[in-house]
C-alpha cells in the first residue's frame, strides 16, 4: 500500500473504531440504566400528583412515596377520562389529571388537580417544559405554584384563570416572562375546561 493511501485509510479506520466503540459504549450503559430511569420518572409522576393533590409529604424516601401513593391514589375512568383519584378516610378529595400545552420555547407537561365539586384548583405543577431558566422556567417556582392552591374556580365563557391587574384577576404572571405566564394561563383554562366537562361537572 502506497504512503498517500496509508495517509488516507487508517485515520478512517481509526474514527470507525472510536465510533463503534462509543456507540457500543452508550448502548451499554443505556441498556444498564434504563430500569433505574424508568423509576425514577415513575417516582417523580407520582410526587408531581401528591403535590397537587395537596397531600403531605413528611420525608422523600422512595419507598414512603410510593407507600402513600399506593394508600391514598387510584387511576379511574370517568366518562373515558383517565384521572388520579385520591382519597382520604374513604372520602374522595380530588382529582387530578394532566395538563399540556405550548409555551415560548416548547411543549408544557404536567397535572393539575381540582376538589370533588369541581370548585376549586388544588394545585398544578410541571414535569417537563423547555422555557428560559430564570425567567419562564420559574413556572416551576413554590412562589409561582402555591398562588393556585385552592383558586377558586368561577369560570366566565370557560375562563378560570386570569392575570392580574385585569379585572377579576386571580393570579399574577411572572415578571420578565410574560409568553410564558399566558401559555399556563391558556394551557391551564383549556384543560380545567375540557376535564370538568368530560368528568359531568357544572361549568
Known amino acids: 500500500m502506497s504512503k498517500k493511501k496509508k495517509r488516507i485509510v487508517y485515520p478512517v479506520v481509526f474514527m470507525l473504531l472510536v465510533t463503534i466503540t462509543f456507540t457500543l459504549t452508550l448502548a451499554l450503559i443505556n441498556e444498564f440504566t434504563k430500569n433505574r430511569i424508568a423509576f425514577n420518572n415513575e ?11 395537596n397531600i403531605d409529604i413528611e420525608n422523600n424516601d422512595n419507598e414512603y412515596i410510593n407507600k402513600t401513593y ?6 379511574a375512568i ?3 377520562t383517565k384521572v388520579y383519584m385520591a382519597s382520604k378516610d374513604n372520602e374522595i378529595i380530588g382529582y387530578a389529571f394532566p395538563i399540556q ?5 416548547g411543549a408544557m407537561n404536567g ?7 369541581y370548585k376549586q384548583l388544588l394545585g398544578i405543577d410541571f414535569v417537563s417544559h423547555s422555557e428560559t431558566p430564570g425567567l419562564g422556567g420559574r413556572i416551576t417556582d413554590s412562589k409561582y405554584k402555591e398562588q393556585f392552591r385552592y383558586l377558586e374556580l368561577e369560570s366566565e365563557n370557560g ?24 401559555a399556563v394561563r391558556r394551557m391551564l383554562n383549556e384543560d380545567i375546561d375540557v376535564f370538568i366537562e368530560a368528568v359531568g361537572g357544572e361549568r
Open 101 to 105: 400545552g405550548d409555551g415560548v420555547w
Open 70 to 75: 399506593d394508600e391514598m391514589i387510584e387511576e
Open 43 to 53: 417516582l417523580k409522576i407520582k410526587k408531581t400528583l401528591l403535590y397537587v393533590l
Open 159 to 182: 375562563i378560570y384563570i386570569i392575570h392580574r391587574p385585569n379585572s377579576g384577576g386571580n393570579v399574577d404572571a411572572i415578571s420578565g416572562a410574560t409568553g410564558t405566564s399566558e
Open 111 to 117: 397535572y393539575a388537580a381540582i376538589t370533588p365539586d
Open 78 to 80: 370517568i366518562n373515558d
